[in-house]
């Protein structure tokens, strides 16, 4: 939701696990804000949720408090008056949810639903507003990106060997990068900066340009996003694996398979192209199932 520096806001409601909910805040005072994350339904007494919230700042994303409770409970959090919550003017939050049971002993059963996150975020913005927090400029497909070199340079082996070493780009305000989409370059700066922009649309494009610029934490967040949250077949996820050398990843995968069917359903049709450590696994899991 956005926030101009007003006394109240009220988020867009979203069902969430069959229940409207939406976040509120206000200003307490002039030093301190509260928000809460508000359900319309009755919900039974047996449903709790843990709720996270989050701010976005020019440095990334900033948790700024926690609750856990049941749906009927409004538990609001409190957080101080800061500037640097304000972007253009503006406050982003975010509300992370994850919806649990407990039964009559008060025993924690079952997690309902994976988090979700509530609230209508707005894309993190890289053109002249930010121009005076920026020192370089990065053109791709005739759009320019205003980013700070150190940042990228402390995130990427690539930047720091463009914006530190010897190269001659290293003295130049604008710089053009080539064999790169700026839809994908948006989203993988975000993604830098801890903005939660991975899923199955994006997690491809992403990855591509974090292991073009050597973006370890980029790259982990897709990995770690590809092995718990994805709903990608388990051919398009081995085949990434593959594709940007994850063994970890590839691992994963071969866990999976658990049957001949599997076993078919990951083979190209054209097996000259699949990575030959790949064919000798599941070719030792194909001998396995036939001795049982």
């Known amino acids: 939701m956005g ?8 988020g867009p409601v979203k069902t969430f696990n069959g229940y409207n909910c939406h976040i509120g805040c206000r200003k307490k005072n002039e030093s301190e804000w509260e928000i809460g994350l ?14 996270e ?15 856990d409770g049941t749906f009927r409970d409004y538990l609001p959090i409190s957080f101080r008056n800061d500037p640097k919550y304000f972007i253009n003017g503006n406050m982003k939050i975010e509300c992370h949810v994850e919806v649990y049971e407990v039964d009559e002993n008060g025993v924690r059963t079952a997690v309902i639903e994976n988090e979700t996150e ?12 930010v121009k005076e927090f920026s020192d370089v400029v990065l053109v791709i497909e ?52 801890g ?22 934490r980029v790259i982990l967040k897709c990995k770690v996003y590809l092995i718990k949250n994805s709903k990608k077949s388990l051919k ?18 071969l866990k999976q398979i658990k049957t001949v069917e599997d076993i078919r359903f990951v083979i190209s049709d054209n097996l000259e192209e699949m990575d030959h450590s790949v064919l000798a696994s599941l070719f030792e899991k194909l001998l396995e199932f036939n001795n049982q």
């Open 3 to 10: 926030l101009s520096k007003g006394d109240r806001c009220d």
């Open 195 to 216: 903005d939660p922009v991975i899923n199955d649309e994006t997690v491809d494009g992403i990855l591509k340009l974090a292991d073009m610029f050597d973006a370890k």
């Open 38 to 51: 508000l359900v319309w339904n009755d919900p039974p007494p047996s449903l709790y949720w843990k709720a």
């Open 236 to 253: 398009e996820k081995l085949d990434l694996a593959v594709q940007f050398n994850s063994n970890e990843l590839k691992e994963f995968c």
């Open 118 to 129: 509530i609230g209508n975020v707005t894309p993190r913005l890289f053109d002249e507003s």
């Open 142 to 193: 005739k759009k320019k990106f205003y980013v700070n070199k150190l940042y990228l340079a402390s995130e990427s082996s690539y930047f720091k060997s463009l914006f530190i070493g010897s190269f001659e780009e290293s003295k130049k305000d604008e710089i053009s990068l080539k064999d790169v989409e700026a839809k994908y370059f948006q989203l993988f700066l975000e993604s830098l900066y």
């Open 53 to 67: 919230y989050k701010i976005r700042t020019n440095d990334g994303v900033e948790t700024v408090g926690t609750t």
